[in-house]
């Protein structure tokens, strides 16, 4: 017990610097929303500082620790004001990126000025131990680093709580611009959070490095079991943050005690981490709750003449031209690209941002090199069986992605990443040794590609791997299963809202995603006779993420030009031109390029590539790069009348639906102690419009949220057709046919108009996951989106981008969209929101005939009470989740509960008889 004890007290020393270093990310994340993963970088300056104060310029210790945490915070100052806020209105994967950045800056130039030693220091702050009773003593640095940050939560906790300062810095978080007219600067509250938090961080540094010593890496890495603890305290609490950094500190040296696994103990944050995401995570977004704004993609069309004429100029390159030097360094180029490439899969197609893709081929190379290496398989078949065996890993990774999602899904998977590290990568008794696994000379069908010896055949054979796989990632963009990830990616409610299965879209993507980094990374570790898995550390991977991000992260040639910026690539030896020694400032320089692309060119380098391709490619009439979806139809289509009536040939093509009748029988919602829906019951049939109106917070999206399964813990239920779908996922009820629209502007983008109708009408069948990197035949532009296309006015517009529509635009196409698949109930929210008059009069003319002309059954809720009345043939009434009149529209109007609930006077109120012509 005394054992215990003293390994339990030992870990409150260890948790007081994950403590310290997590309670300033959770300052900056509540001062300015950004998840600082450069924060133990900061207190490694600070470190540094301090050593270099106190012992090469006889600063006194104590003073030496003041200046160090003074530089971390004017360090967080101009971290803000040069990149951070240049970024504030950047989507939340920018700022990300940006910090990691940072990060790799703020490293290399640490490792340029000091080298990679590690440094023991003397300690300023007491290190003699105290004797605490029963044999147990524990080091007053503990003490002290274990205090600290208790104070410190205590201290922040007091100032967000109690001054005005803090309570400014809230209210900026929750609404700036209201901040802003109460005469508080959010710049400026940013500015200060990022200096406190920065200041803190570099408290932690000063502290630490008195007792692990000056070792850049080991620095750096503090923060990932810090944003570890950072979550336990949902980046908001800081009792709780510095709860869960000590029960993390306590945890590791208990298991390091008594648990003899490698690597547990460094891993052991991130398994406790995975499972508490999965049990409280939540399968989708909630409402309002922001993407990460990714950037834009690629079309996926690409010409075969171009796909030759690349690997023609490569090959010749590599045959004729270059040295061998120059042929290693694009080798390492080719299969850094690789793993690239499943970059752009999973978080340029996907939207899940993965930052252990390098660790995935480190787990591909693992599994190839036992089976050559033990089993003496042919190396075809071991890379087969590896590529296949990290498809089950990159599924379980996958799992965090289905209840998490941004910045959590970051973190989890760096964790993860960092849980291969050090509990397979690092452990010689997995690997083969010191040496790693010997698997001798790669020979492919009887040849020798030994790229030491050959490495004009090893770089044949990547070139040819990577063309194959590049297409098939091409192909897969362009596919249904394509859209379906790029909707995922955009906006997970409205992908399910139209029968998209979010999570196996999620899955498949961390799958193929697994096959492809594990291919790269078998492919980087058979250029020699042995495997050395210190390739694949979990920094690889935050490199390969910014390496994409420069590059592109959603376009093919994006992944080509992350390969360039790697270490010992074409990028390096480039640098070696300018001089020996030069290559050493690669990851410098990529840090710094990261930087000025995020700020200036958030698509990354890919697309104005592509674009002066295309402009030159024009210019001698050839085939262009990308081709933007031919497959439209060319003839013209009729377009809708300014009165808001469809052409003959459109009425003439109506669909009709099967009819189907929805019934809701009591539903209640209650969010806390709040009754949203107090058991409500209508029914919506085939051929009607059912008009539900109330005032704002009456429950009417709530109930739609209710129908189509967006709200958790409803009770009651929903039947179709007299079967219940009260527990079918939301997916599901879109697939049977209850289909909606959004009363907030739920887009794809950065897809265009005719994607996003394609989209709404295309099979979700699994077959098409199989096929998805095969282009056998181009598909018909369906023609039920045709239909809603001539409809809508959309016919000449469906090469436009989503984004580039005006709002009005953009309403009509999430109805548009909502129609083309042809549902039999459909639930319109708000549909006439931000529509002028002539576009609320079409839509006058547009409802009662999706009922009337194909059998839906429509429910309408909506705000203008005039298009209600003029429209619907019953009338429902909600006043704080209650249903307090149903009828006719005349009926409702003259009803003395509604008139009082809603309406008002009675002469406020419309003349349902003068509008029922139009019905």
Not at 674 to 680: E, K, M, R, W
Not at 692 to 701: R, V
Not at 709 to 716: A, I, K, L, R
Request: proline letters at 4%; hydrophobic letters at 50%.
């Amino acid at each position: 017990m005394v054992e215990f004890i003293r390994f339990a007290i030992l870990g409150l020393g260890t948790g007081g610097i994950f403590a310290l270093l997590a309670l300033g990310t959770v300052q900056i994340h509540r001062g300015s929303g950004v998840l600082n993963f450069a924060q133990g970088a900061v207190g490694m300056v600070a470190g540094y500082v301090f050593w270099d104060l106190r012992d090469n310029r006889g600063v006194d210790g104590y003073l030496a620790m003041g200046t160090g945490v003074v530089a971390a915070a004017i360090l967080g100052l101009l971290i803000y004001l040069v990149i951070m806020r240049p970024l504030r209105d950047a989507p939340p994967l920018t700022k990300v990126i940006a910090t990691l950045g940072v990060m790799v800056v703020l490293q290399s130039s640490a490792l340029l000025i000091y080298g990679s030693d590690t440094r023991s220091i003397a300690p300023t702050i007491p290190a003699n131990a105290w004797n605490i009773g029963g044999g147990v003593a524990i080091g007053v640095d503990r003490i002290i680093l274990f205090s600290t940050a208790i104070v410190v939560a205590v201290a922040l906790t007091m100032l967000y709580r109690f001054t005005q300062f803090g309570m400014a810095t809230e209210a900026s978080a929750e609404n700036p611009l209201a901040t802003a007219a109460l005469g508080h600067s959010p710049d400026r509250l940013a500015a200060l959070n990022w200096v406190l938090g920065s200041a803190v961080g570099g408290l932690a540094g000063v502290l630490v490095v008195q007792i692990t010593g000056l070792n850049i890496t080991l620095l750096v890495l503090l923060t990932i079991p810090s944003l570890a603890a950072a979550l336990v305290g949902r980046l908001h609490s800081y009792m709780l943050t510095v709860l869960g950094a000590l029960l993390i500190g306590v945890g590791q040296s208990l298991v390091t005690r008594y648990i003899d696994v490698s690597g547990l103990s460094s891993a052991l944050p991130f398994i406790v981490i995975f499972v508490l995401v999965l049990l409280s995570g939540r399968a989708l977004p909630t409402r309002g709750e922001a993407s990460m704004g990714l950037p834009r993609v690629g079309t996926g069309r690409v010409s075969p003449v171009n796909i030759v004429l690349v690997g023609a100029v490569a090959l010749i390159l590599v045959w004729t031209v270059f040295s061998s030097n120059w042929v290693n360094g694009m080798i390492n180029t080719l299969v850094i690209a690789f793993v690239a490439l499943s970059v752009v899969v999973v978080t340029g197609y996907a939207g899940q941002v993965s930052l252990a893709q390098i660790a995935l081929a480190g787990l591909g190379a693992y599994f190839t090199g036992r089976l050559v290496a033990a089993s003496d398989w042919p190396l075809w078949a071991a890379t087969l069986a590896g590529v296949f065996a990290t498809i089950p890993v990159g599924l379980l990774l996958a799992l965090p992605a289905l209840r998490a999602r941004g910045i959590t899904l970051a973190v989890i998977t760096l964790g993860m990443g960092l849980v291969l590290q050090t509990m397979l990568f690092e452990n010689s008794d997995l690997t083969g040794g010191i040496t790693g696994t010997q698997v001798g000379n790669p020979v492919i069908f009887g040849i020798d590609v030994n790229a030491i010896a050959y490495p004009e055949r090893y770089a044949t054979v990547v070139i040819v791997l990577l063309l194959i796989t590049g297409v098939g990632v091409a192909n897969l963009r362009s596919s249904r299963v394509g859209r379906r990830l790029l909707a995922v990616r955009s906006n997970e409610r409205a992908a399910a809202a139209l029968g998209i299965n979010v999570v196996e879209a999620k899955l498949f993507a961390f799958g193929i995603g697994a096959a492809i980094a594990a291919l790269g990374g078998i492919l980087m570790a058979f250029r020699g006779p042995s495997i050395v898995y210190s390739d694949f550390g979990v920094f690889g991977s935050v490199n390969i993420l910014m390496w994409a991000v420069i590059g592109g992260v959603g376009y093919i040639l994006g992944a080509g030009i992350a390969g360039t910026l790697a270490a010992g690539g074409v990028g390096a030896y480039i640098f070696d031109l300018l001089g020996d020694g030069f290559s050493e400032y690669v990851p410098l320089v990529g840090g710094i390029v990261i930087l000025l692309v995020v700020t200036r060119l958030p698509d990354g380098l890919a697309q104005p590539n592509i674009e002066a391709w295309d402009l030159v490619a024009s210019k001698f009439g050839r085939n262009r790069f990308s081709q933007d979806l031919p497959d439209f139809p060319e003839r013209a289509l009729d377009r809708q009348g300014a009165n808001g009536e469809t052409s003959q040939s459109a009425e003439n093509q109506l669909t009709v639906v099967p009819p189907r009748l929805l019934k809701v029988d009591n539903v209640a919602v209650r969010f806390g102690g709040v009754v949203a829906l107090n058991n409500v019951s209508l029914e919506v049939r085939p051929g009607e419009v059912l008009g539900l109106i109330g005032p704002n917070g009456a429950g009417k999206t709530t109930l739609i949220d209710a129908i189509t399964g967006f709200v958790p813990n409803v009770t009651g239920d929903m039947f179709l057709d007299g079967v219940s779908i009260g527990l079918r996922a939301p997916h599901q009820r879109a697939r049977l046919g209850i289909v909606r629209s959004w009363q907030s502007v739920e887009m794809f983008t950065h897809m265009s108009v005719g994607e996003s109708l394609r989209l709404a009408c295309e099979p979700r069948d699994r077959r098409s996951y199989l096929m998805s990197m095969l282009r056998l035949r181009d598909e018909p532009f369906p023609d039920s989106a045709l239909e809603v296309a001539e409809g809508f006015g959309f016919a000449d517009k469906l090469e436009t981008a989503v984004d580039e529509l005006s709002f009005a635009d953009r309403k009509l196409l999430g109805l548009a969209r909502s129609m083309a698949s042809s549902p039999s109930v459909l639930l319109l929210d708000e549909p006439a929101a931000g529509l002028d008059g002539e576009e609320v009069e079409a839509l006058r003319h547009i409802i009662p005939r999706l009922a009337k002309d194909r059998g839906m059954a429509v429910l309408l809720v909506e705000h203008d009470v005039n298009l209600v009345m003029g429209v619907s043939d019953r009338v429902m009434v909600l006043d704080f989740g209650t249903k307090i009149a149903e009828g006719s529209p005349p009926e409702v109007s003259a009803d003395p509960a509604v008139i009082a609930a809603y309406f008002g006077e009675p002469e406020h109120l419309v003349d349902a008889n003068a509008d029922s012509g139009s019905r």
